[in-house]
């Protein structure tokens, strides 16, 4: 091997290695970048109080109120802009990738955490966009503004339905990833009360919710982990007769909505960002009080995060005369919290109530004009698909999970100690579909007659038993989960007088029921046995075997069959 070789093999790696060298500082300086959350010279402002803004302070003074432990059920909606092109729940994102951004390709090249938030497939999103609406240069996200009306929406009525099928606590969505807040926003001047339908949607609901005596929940989808700037990027086409046409995106007036332009088109605007956040979630509670307060994602933002929650907390022992405040975030093992799962469930009884939301149509947003053959589901966590959704015959859309999926999730998710939220996804005039309706009155009908066994329960010492097990792996996977009459969940009252047994199927006409656990070892002292759908008495005998119970001739409902369990005084 002559030496011009080897001196260009020895410069060759050099080169390599200053490369991956690089390579390594541009990903600390990212991961730095995405965490830089100063608080030089910024004021919280927070309400004084109980609470400090340190897990410590969480810890030792939190605890959740009675009244969500006894709420159990709540429904909520994604509806805003996204619902006016009913194509993709994060169409905002998605409209303006024309192909593969630079920065996912540097996810790839580098190896770092990813942060283009690119998926493949999604560019049908931007086909769909410019066949239906124009191209983004010409026609934007923020031209979706003036189309929508919500000319149906009657937060009055949506309000008085969802409390006939049994829901507790209503939750209304102030800002999703967009970045366009749903109400009267001093800090954030694209809102629906300038904007758009005219209308303070967060302060219709807290009416509605205050005429009905429901509880009153706001959800907020905009922090600084996965969420900031769905628009970074889309620049232009690389390809085409408009190729290097700006999109909308790059006009600095439009900076209020899509955010400031970065080199990279990545998450590095803080501390600006988190400020915003900060300012805008803090006057939210501020002047709609809520009772529970839901961020989709962890506790974001450092020390703002930290100074939210003591402020909200504080807020409403101020306001309400005692701790009342509940507030969800996601993955969250941090006490003074409680722990929102999404889409899925939890495999073992928890010691702390926690909470499940889920959504009965596909997708998080009523998505009127996905068309599977425009916009592929390229997986099973898309907004555009959600996995599997079957069609109903009461009306012309899918639904993911029918009522009868959500009542056995939903006793599932009570006797393991938690809450349910469930999203239906209104039309963009604000009307509710009616096949959701059909769902939820099902859901409403099933309430009535067994509500007893859920509304102000607690866990038995056992969630109960049977061969179902939750999916090892992935998630967004509910509306898959299959429960069979071997399938039996326990809840009992507050003063654990009462027990009830819901088995997840009807065990056959007539059939004699062993409810293995519930053994004369575990309990005991039963003074009467019974169908709590209709108080019929059922003969039962019980033994080191197991609970021994002899079933109707036939069953009353279609879902859920509960039984009640008198102890003796």
């Known amino acids: ?46 309400e004084e109080g109980l609470f400090k803004p340190n897990i410590q302070s969480f810890e030792s003074n939190y605890h959740c109120p009675e009244w969500f432990r006894d709420a159990k059920f709540g429904i909520y909606m994604h509806w805003g802009l996204t619902t006016v092109a009913g194509a993709d729940g994060h169409y905002a994102r998605y409209m303006y990738t024309q192909q593969e951004p630079e920065a996912a390709k540097i996810d790839r090249e580098t190896k770092r955490r990813a942060m283009s938030g690119y998926k493949p ?16 240069s010409k026609f934007g996200y923020k031209d979706l503004i003036p189309l929508w009306k919500a000319d149906k929406f009657d937060a009055m009525a949506l309000a008085a339905f969802f409390k006939e099928c049994g829901a507790k606590y209503i939750g209304v969505m102030a800002v999703h990833h967009d970045n366009f807040d749903l109400y009267n926003s001093t800090y954030q001047p694209w809102n629906s009360v ?70 990279d088109r990545l998450k590095r605007l803080n501390p600006e960002f988190a400020q915003s956040w900060y ?7 501020d002047k709609y009080n809520p009772d529970l307060l839901y961020l989709d994602g962890g506790l974001p933002n450092g020390e703002y995060g930290l100074n939210l929650a003591a402020h909200f907390y504080n807020h409403n ?12 975030i996601k993955n969250t093992k941090s006490p003074g919290f409680i722990l929102d799962v999404e ?96 769902e939820l009155t099902i859901i409403g009908n099933w309430l009535k007659i067994n509500g007893e066994a859920i509304f102000s329960t607690r866990p038995f010492t056992v969630f109960g038993e049977g061969p179902f097990e939750l999916p090892k792996k992935g998630g967004f996977n509910d509306n898959e989960f299959k429960f069979t ?11 654990g007088k009462t027990l009830f047994i819901i088995l997840l199927d009807w065990p056959g006409n007539s059939a004699k029921v062993t409810v293995k656990l519930l053994n004369n070892n575990v309990l005991a002292s039963i003074k ?42």
């Open 194 to 263: 300038r904007m758009g339908p005219k209308k303070d949607i967060v302060g219709e609901w807290k009416k509605a919710c205050t005429a009905q005596n429901l509880r009153f929940a706001i959800t907020s989808h905009l922090s600084n982990g996965n969420h900031e700037h769905l628009f970074y990027q889309g620049i232009s086409d690389s390809t085409g007769p408009l190729a290097g046409v700006p999109y909308d995106v790059m006009d600095p007036k439009n900076e209020g909505l899509y955010g400031k332009r970065t080199p």
């Open 121 to 136: 497939g999604k560019e049908s999103v931007y086909q769909y966009h410019v066949k239906k609406f124009g191209h983004p």
């Open 317 to 328: 022992i101020k306001t309400k005369g005692k701790l009342d405040g509940v507030f969800t």
């Open 528 to 569: 009467s046995l019974s169908m709590l759908a209709t108080g019929e008495k059922l003969k039962w005998s019980q033994d080191a075997e197991g609970l021994h119970v002899n079933m109707p001739e036939k069953p009353v409902g279609d879902f859920a069959y509960v039984l009640k369990v008198d102890a003796a005084k």
């Open 343 to 438: 889409a899925n469930g939890i495999g073992k009884l928890l010691k702390e109530p926690w909470q499940v939301d889920n959504s009965i149509n596909p997708g998080w947003f009523h998505l009127e004009n996905i068309d599977a053959s425009e916009i592929p589901k390229t997986s099973g966590t898309d907004d555009g698909g959600m996995s599997k959704a079957t069609t109903t015959i009461n009306g012309a859309d899918l639904v993911r999970l029918t009522g009868g999926q959500v009542i056995d999730n939903f006793v599932d998710i009570v006797s393991k100690n938690g809450n349910m939220m469930l999203n239906v996804g209104l039309r963009a005039d604000g009307s509710l579909p009616e096949t959701y309706r059909h």
């Open 485 to 495: 009459a071997k399938d039996i969940r326990f809840t009992q009252s507050k003063n």
């Open 1 to 46: 091997m002559n030496k011009q070789l080897i001196c260009i093999l020895i410069i060759s790696v050099f080169v390599s290695f200053c490369n991956v060298i690089q390579a390594q500082d541009e990903i600390a300086a990212d991961l730095k970048a995405a965490n830089n959350f100063d608080t030089t010279g910024f004021k919280f402002q927070i």
């Open 279 to 285: 300012l805008r979630t803090k006057e939210l509670i």
